[in-house]
């Protein structure tokens, strides 16, 4: 089994800042992807930022600039550096892997339980 446990989330002003983490533990080999996503009441869940295996960072479009992605491999931990909150940014942040586990070759797809972010206006 692997498990993802996020922490970090709260509420914020307009203007603030807020550093989400998360960990993976459990039977892993390899983590491939790790990645945040984000969902707002009524709207679907989005792709916030994802740090891929070969070292690369990607972003959606509204938060470029103002989010940083990054992990700690030796830790198997993901982090979101989130800088000049909008009340928009407001919903609740999934981590989310692609881990190898260590009793097959095979890639599945984790999810974290969720972290409600509020930014105020």
């Known amino acids: 089994q692997v498990q993802l446990v996020e922490s970090g989330g709260g509420l914020v002003q307009a203007g603030g800042s807020l550093r989400l983490s998360c960990a993976a533990s459990?039977?892993?080999?390899?983590?491939?992807?790790m990645g945040w996503y984000r969902q707002a009441p009524g709207n679907q869940r989005e792709l916030v930022a994802v740090?891929?295996?070969?070292?690369?960072?990607h972003y959606a479009d509204s938060v470029k600039g103002r989010f940083t992605i990054s992990r700690d491999n030796a830790k198997n931990t993901v982090f979101l550096q989130m800088n000049s909150l909008k009340p928009e940014d407001t919903g609740v942040y999934y981590c989310?892997?692609?881990?190898?586990?260590?009793?097959?070759?095979?890639?599945?797809?984790?999810w974290g339980q969720g972290t409600q972010v509020t930014v105020s206006s």
């Open positions: 989310n892997a692609e881990v190898v586990p260590d009793y097959t070759a095979l890639t599945y797809n984790y």
């Open positions: 740090s891929t295996s070969g070292g690369g960072n």
């Open positions: 459990g039977s892993i080999r390899i983590i491939n992807d």
